[in-house]
């Protein structure tokens, strides 16, 4: 299951001028190049962490489905630690499922909820405590939860919890001395 590639729609439901899909995995590109024809760079390799303009097509000749922009993160220096590619499309909901349907069709699976952030996890991307912070900014209501939140997942509660760890070390370490050595 953590060697699939997955692919999600990464943007909130609903209508925008912008929605993106993402996409995870040892194959991210081989998988958005089945899909993904970028303009005026025939044959050419993407380069990474830059911005390509191009066209989604659907790979049984129907045509476009829309201009999109692709932005391709090589391991390990991405979100998962994986492969990425993000897909930014124009953000109509049936664009994106769309091109969510040629992923799965060019050989992604659909990622299940909090999938990325999982895999960031499992790839030492994130601590437990970031990963929980990523949630808790998503969900955040106000800009002094999105601050406290932002502040965790930067590591800042994690860094004072490794303090705090070093220290109870040192002390259980101390107290056992005492015990095994008491003169």
């Known amino acids: 299951m953590l060697e699939d590639t997955i692919i999600a729609i990464s943007t909130p439901p609903g209508f925008g001028g912008l929605g993106i899909v993402r996409i995870s995995g040892k194959k991210a590109l081989a998988v958005a190049g089945r899909i ?3 303009k005026g760079r025939p044959g050419r390799s993407v380069p990474v962490g830059r911005v390509v303009l191009g066209a989604v097509l659907d790979p049984e000749g129907k045509g476009p489905l829309d201009e999109a922009f692709l932005t391709y993160f090589k391991a390990p220096r991405s979100y998962t630690r994986e492969d990425v590619v993000e897909l930014s499309c124009h953000g109509s909901p049936a664009v994106l499922e769309g091109v969510l349907r040629l992923g799965v069709k ?3 699976r659909p990622a ?3 999938e990325f952030t999982l895999r960031a996890f499992l790839n030492g ?3 437990m405590l ?4 990523v949630n808790d900014l998503i969900r955040s209501v106000s800009l002094t939860q999105a601050r406290v939140s932002a ?3 930067g590591g800042g509660l994690s860094r004072r919890v490794q303090r705090l760890r070093g220290k109870l070390i040192s002390l259980l370490s101390q107290i056992e001395a005492g015990l095994e050595f008491p003169e």
Request: cysteine-free; overall charge neutral.
């Open 130 to 133: 970031q990963a929980e912070a």
């Open 151 to 153: 502040g965790q997942l």
């Open 36 to 38: 993904f024809r970028a």
């Open 112 to 114: 299940g909820p909090g």
């Open 125 to 127: 991307r994130l601590d």
């Open 106 to 108: 060019a050989g992604a």
